[in-house]
């Protein structure tokens, strides 16, 4: 992209919409730079070779947990493209360009590697038309795909990004499901990089027309129910552990359905259930996981007081009803997803909206639960926004990619890292 910029010079255009970092005239100036036009032009140039990294990453499985073999491989593209790639204790690959910046601070442009679906065969991630098909393709096919062509791009540019020592990509482990946001937490907490973030962007999935500026906090839970068991013939009566699970379920999703709506969204799932062994035995035990999200802290942890209150409450019917036997149960807090949110005035909101006004983007700022849920609970800038294309079907069988559209999405992601960098460049002092 950009070669040095000179950072005492002041933005005098008048044609810029937003503020910019003083090294930028203005966003039609930035793109026409010799760096920035080339990188610009890499990604209709390249499609072939983006679709054909989408498609390899997608067919090496990554389900959360088990990302070792999709981080090795993007490791080792990385490092054939130029880029000191390493894995760190988390499973995250962190790559960067030298020399290295001994001190200051560093913007990080990350993609989650894993999944919430994996193919259990390579054939599974196919192409029928101009769609690609299969667990991943989208969320985070796409992110990963992305991640390497801004890579190549970069690398393959004459003078590269402003300030290029500053720029840290992370393939992250741990986004999805009971991953906890593992590999992010790693990254911004404990990490030898985490003292040094000025900000961080973060590509999920491929859609532009939202911007995540406002972390969605959650809980999860999990709850096991035990009890005597017994035949279900000549122990008919004995607790039931499976009964008073469900009566918990129904209690508090009819409870919740009755409620005034409330001032800010929340939502609640009961995603996993299971228990029992066989069809003529009273189970010993059932268990399941729970999902709360709200926009409200005060809202969750009123979620969570009135789930433990109901679950309370329905192992007192159930055992009222025993003939014989109790149940009892334990609920576990399983993960945390903190929230957080972007003041009005943070600098990297006056960015996106100028690269999008520049790009003809329409986009609105959002909440949702992504990795950029912890660098905002810190009070760290950051971003999450698409990779670019179009898809459907997330965590689903029926995943869907179409690449349409991929170049513009990676086009913004080039014009905001450069406003980013330039940014950390004038404020390493």
């Excluded at 809202?299 to 159930?318: G, H, I, K, P, Y």
Aim: glycine share 10%; charged share 20%; net charge neutral.
């Amino acid at each position: 992209m950009l070669g040095p910029l000179d950072l005492t010079r002041k933005r005098q255009s008048a044609s810029a919409p937003r503020p910019l970092p003083p090294a930028v005239e203005s966003l039609e100036w930035l793109a026409e730079q010799p760096g920035v036009a080339d990188v610009l032009r890499f990604f209709a140039r390249e499609r072939r070779w983006i679709d054909e990294q989408h498609l390899a990453v997608c067919r090496i499985p990554a389900p959360t947990f088990l990302e070792q073999k999709r981080a090795e491989w993007v490791a080792a593209q990385m490092s054939q493209l130029g880029w000191e790639a390493q894995i760190d204790r988390a499973g995250n690959v962190v790559a960067r360009r030298g020399p290295h910046q001994p001190n200051g601070p560093l913007v990080a442009l990350t993609a989650h590697l894993d999944t919430v679906l994996a193919p259990r065969q390579p054939e599974e991630i196919r192409v029928e038309g101009n769609r690609f098909l299969g667990p991943g393709v989208a969320d985070n096919g796409a992110g990963v795909a992305g991640l390497l062509a801004i890579a190549r791009a970069l690398a393959a540019a004459p003078g590269g990004v402003t300030d290029l020592s500053r720029l840290v990509l992370v393939a992250n482990v741990g986004e999805e499901g009971e991953g906890n946001l593992s590999g992010m937490r790693f990254l911004c907490l404990q990490s030898p990089l985490a003292g040094r973030l000025h900000s961080i962007l973060v590509m999920d999935g491929p859609d532009v027309s939202h911007v995540t500026a406002e972390a969605l906090a959650c809980r999860r839970f999990e709850i096991n129910v035990t009890g005597p068991g017994g035949h279900s013939w000549s122990d008919h009566g004995a607790a039931n552990p499976i009964h008073a699970l469900s009566r918990a379920i129904t209690w508090f999703a009819d409870a919740r359905l009755e409620e005034k709506p409330r001032e800010r969204p929340c939502s609640w799932n009961f995603g996993v259930i299971d228990g029992g062994s066989t069809v003529n035995a009273i189970p010993t035990g059932a268990r399941v996981k729970v999902d709360l999200r709200s926009e409200s802290p005060a809202d969750l942890e009123d979620l969570s007081s009135s789930l433990a209150a109901v679950l309370e409450r329905a192992l007192l019917a159930e055992n009222e009803r025993a003939r014989l036997g109790r149940v009892v149960a334990r609920m576990r807090e399983t993960g945390v997803r903190p929230g957080g949110k972007l003041p009005d005035s943070a600098p990297i909101l006056d960015y996106i909206r100028a690269v999008d006004s520049h790009l003809g983007i329409r986009s609105i700022l959002d909440c949702a639960s992504t990795d950029a849920n912890i660098p905002l609970s810190i009070g760290l800038p950051a971003l999450s926004i698409g990779a670019g294309g179009q898809g459907g079907g997330a965590h689903t069988p029926s995943e869907w990619y179409s690449p349409e559209g991929r170049e513009l999405g990676l086009r913004r992601i080039v014009l905001l890292l450069a406003l980013l960098l330039a940014d950390a460049a004038a404020s390493k002092s």
